[in-house]
């Protein structure tokens, strides 16, 4: 695992894209897939995966976009349901082609159908290849993903109920707590460690705590971000604020300057 801390989000968002774009290069000209976490998280980086298509030094065209997950009942084209803002967020801003967004459909109401959709959804992404890098935010809990404290630590994709935190923290996305979803599609952990990289953004001193949880504490369920210490590609891009809840940052610092003379 790899930490990265830069001073401020700014400098973070710029850090993570090219730690994803240097995962993006996948020998062998396959399509590449990029796994798209949404939150204002990972929006800066998404604005400077935007500045390097701009500027010539990525093209998504060809990519495919694979969604974290999906809220269960919100009809189509709702504003806030997760396919329409990876479609604002992202889409629009690095090229990468609609019909190229991959998103679990949570659209049914039946358990059965929804079942259908999670097993669905994890064939198409072993259809794709798997994901090539995963962009992943931490949630203040420690989920990652819609996956709640509690979550098995090999979870595939599956039906989850939103923790009443997790609510109240999305409910500023909605005109209040009562049109917040209950329920959502969501990889499960085992699906999103199936990617070669995953890349965790995460700024404000509103992420220190499950963040030091996540990166130094117990591998657990109870936190499962913590999850991300048992990928062999993880990559955690913080600001100082983020950062700030670690006891090991000096040894992080020194193994980012890499080795002398480099």
Not at 65 to 71: T, W
Not at 178 to 193: A, E, F, R, S
Request: hydrophobic share 40%.
């Amino acid at each position: 695992m790899e930490i990265l801390v830069s001073p401020g989000p700014d400098d973070t968002a710029s850090r993570a894209a090219e730690v994803v774009l240097a995962g993006l290069r996948r020998p062998g000209g396959h399509a590449s897939v990029l796994g798209l976490a949404t939150g204002s998280s990972p929006l800066g980086l998404y604005r400077e995966l935007g500045r390097a298509v701009a500027e010539g030094r990525a093209d998504f065209s060809t990519t495919y976009g694979v969604a974290l997950d999906e809220y269960v009942g919100l009809p189509p084209g709702h504003p806030e349901g997760y396919r329409q803002v990876l479609l604002r967020e992202v889409c629009g801003v690095i090229g990468l082609a609609p019909e190229r967004l991959e998103v679990p459909d949570g659209s049914a109401t039946d358990a059965d159908a929804l079942e259908a959709a999670a097993a669905a959804y994890e064939a198409r992404i072993a259809e794709l290849g798997g994901v090539d890098v995963q962009v992943l935010g931490i949630g203040a809990n420690g989920h990652l993903g819609f996956n709640e404290p509690g979550s098995a630590l090999a979870s595939r994709t599956r039906v989850k109920r939103l923790s009443a935190r997790t609510r109240r923290d999305n409910a500023r996305f909605f005109t209040g707590l009562d049109d917040v979803p209950t329920h959502c599609l969501t990889q499960g952990l085992g699906t999103i460690l199936a990617a070669r990289r995953l890349v965790l953004v995460a700024t404000g001193d509103a992420k220190a705590e499950a963040v030091a949880a996540a990166l130094e504490g117990p591998l657990t369920a109870s936190v499962p971000a913590s999850v991300l210490q048992w990928h062999p590609d993880t990559v955690v891009c913080l600001d100082e604020a983020a950062a700030a809840g670690l006891r090991n940052r000096q040894y992080y610092d020194d193994s980012a300057a890499g080795l002398p003379g480099t």
